[in-house]
């Protein structure tokens, strides 16, 4: 075996790094030196280490990670990058040294402390309106206080995925440990998502936003945007599902065509299918992705009889609510859930929707720096057209910064305001283009993209197939 001397002395080009991009030939590159971290899949934080095989994960590393965690690194050591073979320019060198020396200013300035006082109120504030919803349906018989609990409930549901998003990605608490327990109560017994389903996700997201994978082996690839057959964000997403004859269904071609109207109707459903997925993955009924497959396949459940309870637990307390406590009848029933559940995916997915949607997407081995890929791939969100800021504010969970969130997941959302004014004045002295709408526009530009690609794929299709 080779000794750390004859590793140091190894030089691996940027060519040779690109060639092992998938699970199980995942080479990473951090710091210019080069790690093999092929089949690890003990990796603390799951499959998402695997979104970087083939690539260089320095400053994604840095946004996930507390600082000395690259100790565990050192045995997957096998040697140094010659740094010529990245063909990076001094000015984009010096652009990436710019953005990690704001990183570190940012630490020095406690932008990453949280407030535990804030956080108190978010979790009393949430769980006002979780009593408050149940009240209107437990004394009243009124069918509009009753439409009125499911709304707010289906908007309870909608915070408590913001407060789940906080705790999951370790902005509240030191120790992980507990990040992960509130996540299981916000999330599994309050929403009834598995915790280790969204991580999975989420944090795939966050590593390779609006990145389509670049070979069906690598593990590269937005999970977010991958929404065919029923949404497509560009025009090989849209044509990624043709026939050996190289046509599309029937099904593919009315989806795309229509998809400007029907991205709507898709968001009311979005909330069941993650409740489908949820318990698919709790209780090893099936994965979301082949990354989680992979995960759950070699790593399993990492709670995995908390995430179980709670989500019985969950379906327990809406069982009771949506049948009023025993009062309603099925169908009555079934209306309320079907309020609560659909006005939830439509308040979700209105946010996290406008954060990416109709931004720019690319080829995961064409993908840009980090701060690059995570500023031209999101949009904030901002007041205007008479909604207030400080109900966006509130609204959004902290995603109306969506842009610096990406750029700093770690960060408390009660600091992302004043971060977001250095960010922004950052974007400017390098000229990269930073992108906020209100969330009027901001739904306006998303359903034009929509179009567009429903436009080009329309447009490909009569000049390959001319009589059709």
């Known amino acids: 075996m080779a000794s750390a001397d004859d590793k140091a002395m190894q030089k691996i080009s940027w060519e040779e790094v690109k060639k092992h991009s998938s699970p199980s030939d995942a080479w990473i590159v951090h710091s210019n030196k080069v790690y093999d971290v092929s089949d690890w899949h003990e990796h603390p934080g799951g499959g998402v280490i695997f979104t970087h095989a083939g690539d260089d994960m320095t400053d994604i590393f840095a946004a996930f990670h507390a600082p000395g965690s690259m100790a565990v690194m050192k045995k997957f050591y096998i040697g140094d990058l010659v740094k010529e073979s990245t063909k990076k320019s001094q000015k984009q060198i010096e652009f990436e040294r710019g953005y990690r020396d704001l990183r570190n200013k940012l630490i020095q300035m406690g932008m990453f402390k949280s407030s535990r006082l804030f956080y108190a109120y978010k979790c009393s504030f949430n769980m006002g309106m979780w009593a408050t919803s149940l009240a209107m349906v437990a004394f009243s018989d009124s069918v509009f206080m009753h439409i009125g609990s499911a709304l707010l409930m289906g908007l309870f549901w909608q915070q408590c995925g913001w407060l789940a998003h906080d705790f999951l990605h370790h902005q509240v608490f030191t120790k992980r440990t507990y990040g992960d327990l509130a996540g299981i109560y916000w999330g599994d017994l309050m929403q009834g998502y598995s915790m280790q389903w969204w991580k999975n996700k989420h944090n795939g997201h966050h590593a390779v936003p609006n990145l389509h994978n670049s070979s069906p082996e690598a593990q590269d690839g937005d999970p977010d945007i991958d929404t065919m057959p029923l949404l497509a964000w560009s025009l090989k997403q849209a044509q990624s599902l043709r026939n050996a004859d190289g046509k599309d269904s029937a099904f593919v071609r009315f989806m795309i065509r229509w998809q400007a109207f029907t991205y709507f109707p898709i968001l009311l459903l979005a909330r069941l299918s993650w ?194």
């Not at 489908?276 to 009924?285: R, Y």
């Not at 179980?308 to 609510?321: D, E, K």
Request: proline share 4%; glycine share 8%.
């Open 275 to 468: 409740l489908n997925e949820s318990f698919k993955t709790a209780f090893g009924l099936g994965a979301s992705s082949e990354n989680a497959k992979l995960e759950m396949e070699r790593r399993g459940l990492q709670y995995p009889m908390l995430e179980r309870t709670g989500i019985v637990l969950h379906y327990v307390w809406v069982f009771a609510l949506s049948s009023g406590f025993g009062r309603f009848s099925p169908l009555y029933s079934v209306a309320y859930f079907l309020v609560a559940t659909c006005s939830c995916g439509l308040f979700l997915a209105l946010v996290f929707g406008l954060g990416h949607n109709g931004m720019a997407t690319y080829d995961a081995d064409a993908r840009p720096d980090f701060w690059k890929l995570q500023v031209t791939t999101t949009r904030n969100i901002t007041g205007g057209h008479g909604i207030p800021q400080f109900f966006v504010d509130w609204l959004c969970g902290g995603l109306q910064y969506q842009v610096d969130h990406h750029l700093f997941p770690m960060m408390p959302r009660h600091n992302l305001a004043k971060t977001h004014k250095l960010v922004k004045s950052f974007c400017k002295e390098y000229g990269v283009n930073y992108h906020e709408a209100d969330l009027v526009d901001g739904t306006v530009e998303v359903l034009q993209h929509l179009q567009r690609v429903s436009d080009d794929f329309l447009c490909d299709m009569i000049k390959e197939f001319p009589a059709m």
